[in-house]
């Protein structure tokens, strides 16, 4: 209901309405009788003005009965909408710290800072006994104040630490911080006001949230600001899934919105514009487009780097920053069976070859070879990719000691191509593979051997080769061969007879490949075409970048960067010290922290609030990169209307949600209490009374 | 207590006794009094001293209080001659209103102003007669200037039974028929009746030659209307009659009625050179006796 009163029990007053109706039957019992003279006059003009008398009497008892009333009515301090039993006694603002509120304003303000100013601007409305507290919701939710102040200068000026985040409002842990905070509350109910720009978001998980505050007995008040998110952004970046060579010149894709068509956008790299890109159009419902760079990779080493164009109103999701690091050289192990009739075994000497075609000059990779016996002596310390070539009985007993190597950060290529190792296969490489345990031989004649077919020319091993030289891969025929079944591991090329004939899957934090086939002639062809040599020197560098060194992770979620246990000299279990993670805005610098899991070390830095490149560093070295990105749910253009909200939060269970219309205090002053009707009725008392005073007269 | 100490308060004669009693009118008669009479030369009395005033004639001039005052006077005669007169009571119910208990009632404040003036002319041995009534005569006195007439009139006037209904129409017609020989008729009532039938009533009076004193009493309350609150009026000439209203509510209009009736009746009096005097119950009945008569004596 809409009225509601500050004095309620007043209206108990409203009794004296009666007072006028008891006046006048009281005064017809108190009937006085007089025997008169002469009824002559007074019976003349009775009669002249008896109907109209009788009329104003009615009248004039109406008149005094409303009079009553709405001096009743104005003590009681009414009012008309706003919460019930007004508002605004203990106000928690809750507000939006996230990315898009860093949209700048006609007025040259970012949305935050006028936001912040609204607050300032409410809790001066507010009545002087009011307590206030206030959350800056981004990501995290962080209260603004150690405790409930005072709603006045001292928490308009405390205002000042808030600061807007680059990541998303995550609004269900801000609604259980503030049922958190509601409990300390001085007093109740606490009015929930919610500063945001609303921008469109997933209201389904609002239920839960919302419960906590809906038991604190909580108003909740959706208070929108700001201006949409303008259009044009870089949404997205795929770097290359591998290690790059230094000097290689690989695509670079950006799922970019742009503000117009044919917008330019460029890529920097090392702080060079390296590259550049139009899009051609824009699409229907703000969809991404891509544009694709060409770029040449840069030398060994950590690089940063920038995809962006001109800036809009929200200079935040303009850029975006990666990091990349190149490997100088990549330690390639060959672990092969017994050589056999001095042609080798598998056709290693094919891979040494492959991987490292000239020994003299320095390549991405450096291969050792050996027989997987004296691997054992040797170790895989500091190998970055094991290759095992048709590794007999002793490669199935290392398979057995390979998997920790592997879930730490290892990479391994296993080929088996030789019928005679049909078990080592089944009890050695498939398990340690988490692969079925199955596997059938098929050996065709000459004349029914089998195509290959790529699955997908854009995965990170295909990409870029060009349409020629894939299509020539087709050419290549396949004799003899293990049929595996693929599980849950990724295929990359399979026969005519849907047999994979390359596979590759994920361990912990390493990548494997399986060829099921060994590179003599008797069993593919596949080594004479000139494509299969890149193509086996990109796998290299994919099992061994374990995708591309490039960390991407939204604003808001913690920083990991998985290194390498030796390079922190530390054994697992164990911690490491000195720690830190330096960052955007300020490069001010955090600790971090050394986390030992399933899948090797990695190094740990709270979530970050600002997007950019954070750089991970020891005491003594620069660990790595991490770029942090504006989460793509802030880079939305659509916005909530704030009534779908508050029908959100009313279904979630709080029964008081009010949508203040206009960002102004009046509005929210109006919300809170309603719009104060006793002067009126005071008015309306005075021109009631100014009209029976005037009706009396013309009575009496 | 006899009949004239009831009415008569000490208080009231000697307020009376200070004054002269001028009779205005000039009426045939046999006996000599105080009044002043157009037959000249039949008999005059000193009156009084009055300063002389320049075009004044110069007849009356007193040369001997001029030489021994040397201030210059004339002496004031009144001829004397009999003056009948008949005091007409109004009786009828609507005389016993009062509208404070501690005011008399119209008929009692009446009867005293009746006993005033009967006393007023027995004392300059004028001839006074009564007459009570209500719709018709009730009591009769016939006038006579013998000094025991006082006690009859006052006996009469005591006497007089509160009468009910008014028509003062028929019975001025009557009593104006009775009177035998031309003298002074003065009518004490409230006058409340219908105009018409008063005013023809008192014009028959004149119409036989008599000089016509009307002294309407009124009540304060009948002419101000003061009640508080709500109330049912009643007749008290006609107890059927009742009337239920707020006095403030009408009042202004009933007295607009009032006082249009009350000028009328002036302007119809004056008309027919009948003196009409407006008394009220809370006026002192001396007090008002002698400012009629004061005036008269200006006047005269």
Same mark, same amino acid.
């Given at each position: 209901?809409?009225?509601?009163?500050?004095?309620?029990?007043?209206?108990?007053?409203?009794?004296?309405?009666?007072?006028?109706?008891?006046?006048?039957?009281?005064?017809?019992?108190?009937?006085?009788?007089?025997?008169?003279?002469?009824?002559?006059?007074?019976?003349?003009?009775?009669?002249?003005?008896?109907?109209?008398?009788?009329?104003?009497?009615?009248?004039?008892?109406?008149?005094?009965?409303?009079?009553?009333?709405?001096?009743?009515?104005?003590?009681?301090?009414?009012?008309?909408?706003?919460?019930?039993?007004?508002?605004?006694?203990?106000?928690?603002?809750?507000?939006?710290?996230?990315?898009?509120?860093?949209?700048?304003?006609?007025?040259?303000?970012?949305?935050?800072?006028?936001?912040?100013?609204?607050?300032?601007?409410?809790?001066?409305?507010?009545?002087?006994?009011?307590?206030?507290?206030?959350?800056?919701?981004?990501?995290?939710?962080?209260?603004?104040?150690?405790?409930?102040?005072?709603?006045?200068?001292?928490?308009?000026?405390?205002?000042?630490?808030?600061?807007?985040?680059?990541?998303?409002?995550?609004?269900?842990?801000?609604?259980?911080?503030?049922?958190?905070?509601?409990?300390?509350?001085?007093?109740?109910?606490?009015?929930?006001?919610?500063?945001?720009?609303?921008?469109?978001?997933?209201?389904?998980?609002?239920?839960?949230?919302?419960?906590?505050?809906?038991?604190?007995?909580?108003?909740?008040?959706?208070?929108?600001?700001?201006?949409?998110?303008?259009?044009?952004?870089?949404?997205?970046?795929?770097?290359?899934?591998?290690?790059?060579?230094?000097?290689?010149?690989?695509?670079?894709?950006?799922?970019?919105?742009?503000?117009?068509?044919?917008?330019?956008?460029?890529?920097?790299?090392?702080?060079?514009?390296?590259?550049?890109?139009?899009?051609?159009?824009?699409?229907?419902?703000?969809?991404?487009?891509?544009?694709?760079?060409?770029?040449?990779?840069?030398?060994?080493?950590?690089?940063?780097?920038?995809?962006?164009?001109?800036?809009?109103?929200?200079?935040?999701?303009?850029?975006?920053?990666?990091?990349?690091?190149?490997?100088?050289?990549?330690?390639?192990?060959?672990?092969?069976?017994?050589?056999?009739?001095?042609?080798?075994?598998?056709?290693?000497?094919?891979?040494?070859?492959?991987?490292?075609?000239?020994?003299?000059?320095?390549?991405?990779?450096?291969?050792?070879?050996?027989?997987?016996?004296?691997?054992?002596?040797?170790?895989?310390?500091?190998?970055?990719?094991?290759?095992?070539?048709?590794?007999?009985?002793?490669?199935?007993?290392?398979?057995?000691?390979?998997?920790?190597?592997?879930?730490?950060?290892?990479?391994?290529?296993?080929?088996?191509?030789?019928?005679?190792?049909?078990?080592?296969?089944?009890?050695?490489?498939?398990?340690?593979?988490?692969?079925?345990?199955?596997?059938?031989?098929?050996?065709?004649?000459?004349?029914?051997?089998?195509?290959?077919?790529?699955?997908?020319?854009?995965?990170?091993?295909?990409?870029?080769?060009?349409?020629?030289?894939?299509?020539?891969?087709?050419?290549?025929?396949?004799?003899?061969?293990?049929?595996?079944?693929?599980?849950?591991?990724?295929?990359?090329?399979?026969?005519?007879?849907?047999?994979?004939?390359?596979?590759?899957?994920?361990?912990?934090?390493?990548?494997?490949?399986?060829?099921?086939?060994?590179?003599?002639?008797?069993?593919?062809?596949?080594?004479?075409?000139?494509?299969?040599?890149?193509?086996?020197?990109?796998?290299?560098?994919?099992?061994?970048?374990?995708?591309?060194?490039?960390?991407?992770?939204?604003?808001?979620?913690?920083?990991?960067?998985?290194?390498?246990?030796?390079?922190?000299?530390?054994?697992?279990?164990?911690?490491?010290?000195?720690?830190?993670?330096?960052?955007?805005?300020?490069?001010?610098?955090?600790?971090?922290?050394?986390?030992?899991?399933?899948?090797?070390?990695?190094?740990?830095?709270?979530?970050?609030?600002?997007?950019?490149?954070?750089?991970?560093?020891?005491?003594?070295?620069?660990?790595?990169?991490?770029?942090?990105?504006?989460?793509?749910?802030?880079?939305?253009?659509?916005?909530?209307?704030?009534?779908?909200?508050?029908?959100?939060?009313?279904?979630?269970?709080?029964?008081?949600?009010?949508?203040?219309?206009?960002?102004?205090?009046?509005?929210?002053?109006?919300?809170?209490?309603?719009?104060?009707?006793?002067?009126?009725?005071?008015?309306?008392?005075?021109?009631?009374?100014?009209?029976?005073?005037?009706?009396?007269?013309?009575?009496? | 207590?006899?009949?004239?100490?009831?009415?008569?308060?000490?208080?009231?004669?000697?307020?009376?006794?200070?004054?002269?009693?001028?009779?205005?009118?000039?009426?045939?008669?046999?006996?000599?009094?105080?009044?002043?009479?157009?037959?000249?030369?039949?008999?005059?009395?000193?009156?009084?001293?009055?300063?002389?005033?320049?075009?004044?004639?110069?007849?009356?001039?007193?040369?001997?209080?001029?030489?021994?005052?040397?201030?210059?006077?004339?002496?004031?005669?009144?001829?004397?001659?009999?003056?009948?007169?008949?005091?007409?009571?109004?009786?009828?119910?609507?005389?016993?209103?009062?509208?404070?208990?501690?005011?008399?009632?119209?008929?009692?404040?009446?009867?005293?102003?009746?006993?005033?003036?009967?006393?007023?002319?027995?004392?300059?041995?004028?001839?006074?007669?009564?007459?009570?009534?209500?719709?018709?005569? $009730?009591?009769? #006195?016939?006038? *006579?200037?013998? +000094? =025991?007439? %006082?006690?009859?009139?006052?006996?009469? @006037?005591?006497?007089? /039974?509160?009468?009910?209904?008014?028509?003062?129409?028929?019975? $001025?017609?009557? #009593?104006?028929? *009775?009177?035998? +020989? =031309?003298? %002074?008729?003065?009518?004490?009532?409230? @006058?409340?009746?219908? /105009?018409?039938?008063?005013?023809?009533?008192?014009?028959?009076?004149?119409?036989?030659?008599?000089?016509?004193?009307?002294?309407?009493? %009124?009540?304060?309350?009948?002419?101000? @209307?003061?009640?508080?609150?709500?109330?049912?009026?009643?007749?008290?000439?006609?107890?059927?009659?009742?009337?239920?209203?707020?006095?403030?509510?009408?009042?202004?209009?009933?007295?607009?009625?009032?006082?249009?009736?009350?000028?009328?009746?002036?302007?119809?009096?004056?008309?027919?050179?009948?003196?009409?005097?407006?008394?009220?119950?809370?006026?002192?009945?001396?007090?008002?006796?002698?400012?009629?008569?004061?005036?008269?004596?200006?006047?005269?």
């Amino acid at each position: 209901m809409p009225l509601s009163f500050l004095n309620p029990a007043l209206l108990v007053g409203l009794a004296a309405a009666a007072v006028p109706v008891i006046i006048h039957f009281l005064s017809q019992r108190r009937l006085r009788r007089v025997a008169f003279s002469d009824l002559r006059f007074l019976r003349e003009e009775e009669a002249h003005q008896a109907r109209r008398r009788g009329m104003r009497r009615w009248l004039l008892m109406l008149l005094r009965i409303l009079i009553i009333a709405c001096l009743v009515l104005a003590a009681a301090r009414p009012h008309w909408g706003g919460l019930p039993g007004g508002g605004g006694r203990a106000t928690l603002f809750v507000v939006d710290a996230s990315a898009s509120m860093q949209v700048q304003l006609d007025d040259g303000r970012r949305a935050f800072d006028a936001a912040i100013a609204l607050v300032g601007e409410m809790m001066g409305a507010l009545p002087a006994d009011a307590s206030v507290q206030a959350i800056a919701a981004g990501p995290q939710a962080v209260p603004l104040f150690a405790t409930w102040l005072p709603a006045g200068d001292a928490a308009r000026a405390a205002l000042a630490a808030a600061q807007v985040t680059d990541g998303a409002v995550d609004l269900e842990s801000a609604l259980r911080e503030a049922a958190r905070i509601a409990t300390e509350a001085p007093s109740e109910p606490v009015d929930v006001v919610l500063v945001s720009d609303l921008q469109e978001t997933d209201l389904t998980a609002l239920d839960a949230a919302a419960g906590p505050l809906a038991r604190a007995g909580a108003r909740v008040l959706v208070q929108r600001v700001g201006d949409p998110v303008p259009p044009g952004a870089v949404v997205g970046l795929d770097l290359p899934g591998r290690a790059l060579q230094p000097g290689e010149t690989v695509q670079v894709r950006a799922q970019v919105r742009p503000d117009r068509p044919d917008q330019a956008f460029w890529l920097e790299l090392d702080g060079q514009r390296v590259a550049e890109a139009v899009a051609g159009s824009t699409r229907e419902g703000g969809a991404p487009v891509e544009v694709t760079f060409t770029v040449t990779a840069p030398g060994p080493g950590l690089h940063v780097g920038r995809v962006g164009k001109e800036a809009d109103r929200l200079p935040l999701d303009d850029t975006r920053a990666f990091a990349l690091e190149v490997p100088s050289r990549l330690e390639v192990v060959i672990a092969h069976g017994a050589d056999r009739d001095g042609l080798g075994r598998g056709g290693w000497r094919y891979l040494a070859r492959a991987l490292a075609p000239d020994a003299r000059t320095a390549g991405l990779f450096a291969v050792r070879a050996m027989p997987v016996d004296s691997l054992a002596a040797t170790g895989l310390d500091g190998a970055d990719l094991l290759v095992l070539a048709d590794a007999g009985s002793p490669g199935r007993q290392l398979a057995a000691t390979l998997r920790p190597w592997l879930e730490a950060g290892g990479a391994a290529m296993i080929m088996v191509g030789d019928p005679g190792q049909a078990q080592d296969l089944r009890a050695g490489v498939l398990p340690l593979l988490d692969l079925p345990a199955q596997a059938r031989w098929v050996a065709r004649a000459d004349g029914q051997a089998e195509r290959a077919r790529i699955v997908d020319p854009g995965h990170p091993v295909f990409a870029d080769l060009g349409d020629e030289a894939l299509a020539s891969l087709a050419a290549a025929r396949w004799q003899r061969y293990f049929a595996v079944d693929e599980g849950d591991a990724g295929v990359l090329l399979v026969g005519d007879g849907g047999a994979p004939l390359l596979l590759e899957g994920q361990l912990g934090r390493g990548r494997w490949a399986l060829l099921p086939f060994h590179l003599r002639a008797d069993a593919t062809d596949v080594m004479l075409n000139p494509v299969f040599l890149p193509v086996v020197q990109r796998l290299a560098a994919r099992l061994v970048a374990g995708g591309v060194r490039a960390f991407d992770q939204p604003v808001g979620e913690e920083l990991v960067l998985p290194v390498p246990a030796g390079r922190l000299g530390v054994r697992p279990g164990e911690a490491a010290t000195a720690l830190q993670v330096a960052g955007p805005p300020s490069n001010t610098r955090r600790p971090a922290r050394l986390r030992w899991q399933a899948a090797g070390p990695a190094v740990v830095a709270p979530p970050a609030q600002h997007a950019g490149i954070h750089v991970f560093t020891s005491r003594d070295d620069t660990l790595g990169l991490v770029a942090a990105t504006v989460p793509p749910a802030e880079m939305t253009t659509r916005r909530l209307a704030p009534d779908a909200l508050a029908g959100a939060l009313r279904s979630a269970g709080i029964d008081q949600v009010l949508d203040l219309e206009q960002a102004s205090t009046a509005g929210f002053t109006r919300a809170l209490a309603g719009r104060d009707l006793a002067r009126w009725l005071l008015a309306a008392a005075l021109v009631l009374l100014g009209v029976e005073l005037w009706v009396g007269r013309r009575v009496g | 207590m006899n009949a004239e100490q009831e009415l008569l308060t000490p208080e009231l004669t000697s307020q009376l006794d200070r004054l002269d009693v001028l009779a205005r009118l000039l009426v045939e008669g046999f006996l000599t009094g105080l009044h002043r009479s157009p037959y000249h030369g039949f008999s005059a009395e000193f009156a009084e001293y009055r300063r002389y005033q320049p075009g004044e004639p110069a007849t009356n001039i007193d040369w001997r209080v001029y030489a021994r005052s040397d201030r210059v006077y004339q002496r004031v005669f009144a001829e004397e001659t009999n003056l009948r007169g008949t005091l007409l009571l109004d009786c009828s119910a609507s005389m016993r209103f009062t509208g404070d208990e501690r005011r008399p009632t119209k008929l009692a404040y009446g009867r005293v102003l009746a006993a005033c003036l009967a006393y007023l002319l027995l004392r300059q041995n004028d001839a006074v007669g009564l007459v009570a009534f209500d719709e018709r005569p $009730l009591l009769r #006195v016939p006038a *006579r200037s013998v +000094r =025991r007439q %006082l006690f009859q009139v006052l006996k009469g @006037l005591r006497e007089a /039974p509160a009468g009910q209904g008014t028509d003062l129409g028929p019975v $001025l017609h009557d #009593v104006a028929e *009775r009177i035998p +020989r =031309r003298g %002074l008729v003065m009518l004490v009532s409230d @006058l409340m009746d219908e /105009p018409d039938q008063v005013l023809s009533g008192l014009k028959h009076f004149r119409h036989r030659g008599h000089e016509v004193l009307v002294l309407q009493i %009124l009540d304060p309350r009948e002419v101000d @209307l003061d009640f508080p609150g709500e109330v049912e009026f009643s007749s008290l000439e006609d107890p059927s009659l009742t009337l239920r209203t707020e006095p403030a509510h009408v009042r202004e209009g009933y007295r607009d009625r009032l006082d249009g009736w009350r000028a009328r009746m002036r302007r119809e009096c004056r008309r027919h050179l009948i003196d009409l005097v407006e008394l009220t119950t809370d006026q002192p009945v001396g007090a008002a006796l002698g400012a009629y008569l004061m005036k008269r004596g200006r006047l005269h």
